[in-house]
């Protein structure tokens, strides 16, 4: 059986979402996935507001309620019958997330067992066929096949080399 | 580069005498390492208390005062110069252990960054050289080459194909 790793912020967890919302609701400003197209969250936004942005992803809950993408679940379901599946989060970045990315898993793919759930750092250390992730800095050192799930901020030449999906219906193309 | 993967309970974190200092406190029975030799700790125990003692690991707390496996420091330190060090621990069976071992490490192992810290279930999922590992479990579906490191519970004859490292510093000679 082919392992696929599977990457959590904005691959199957819409983080960038909740930079939006959490943005509109501390200042006021609407940003929207459109702005953001090749761009980090950080760029498109007032310079006197970056340093409390950057602080998003270590408050307490951050990672709690966000939003599954879109057909993940039902395909990742579907994949399952057919390859070995793993979650693998680089998520020793922020230690809060931790347990917040562990329940938000249990809650919402449970058919995922701990066994099969990696909080890393580096995914070189992947043993695996293939990753679906959004960050080239993943893409880049992983060993197998390497799929960019799209993200507004990936939408750069430097991923040009990676096979690319634009939503889960199309991993779903690819791989079944 | 060469890479090892380093396991944290009972290879550099004293687990089993974290067991042995709750049950004495809770019980009031001591039990030493020595009584553990071939077994695990709750065969050693009064059936009676068995279920209490499978909750321990799981109490808050439990992964946080752990003792530091004698030279397990000064010898990563050494091995870091010449290999890549990843800790590798099992830890997404116990959610609430992630930020404490995150933490325990940020302590006693400053110099492992969180870049090379994995919480995993199956450790087949590592790519590396060498996986550093007390329990069978891991050892055997880990591609690479694996060490047993003695604790009580693995002086078993299942072990024997698998090179045996006593201390941390027999783990120097090994590998330096």
Redesign the interface.
């Given at each position: 059986m082919k392992?696929i790793?599977i990457d959590m912020d904005d691959v199957i967890a819409d983080a960038t979402q909740k930079f939006c919302d959490m943005y509109k609701a501390e200042f006021g400003t609407t940003i929207e996935k459109h702005d953001l197209i090749g761009k980090e969250f950080v760029e498109v936004i007032a310079p006197e507001h970056q340093a409390r942005v950057h602080e998003y992803a270590r408050q307490k809950g951050f990672f709690s309620d966000l939003l599954v993408i879109p057909h993940s679940q039902e395909v990742m379901l579907k994949l399952s019958q057919k390859y070995e599946i793993?979650i693998?989060s680089a998520?020793?970045?922020y230690?809060?997330s931790?347990?917040e990315k562990?329940?938000w898993l249990k809650e919402h793919f449970p058919f995922i067992?701990?066994?099969?759930?990696?909080?890393?750092?580096?995914k070189?250390?992947?043993?695996?066929d293939y990753l679906i992730d959004d960050r080239l800095k993943n893409l880049k050192v992983f060993?197998g096949k390497a799929i960019v799930f799209t993200a507004p901020h990936n939408l750069k030449e430097a991923y040009e080399p990676y096979t690319r999906a634009n939503s889960w219906l199309e991993i779903e193309k690819l791989l079944l």
């Open positions: 392992r790793a793993y693998a998520a020793t970045e230690p809060n931790l347990k562990h329940d067992s701990w066994l099969n759930i990696v909080f890393c750092g580096d070189s250390i992947l043993k695996a060993d």
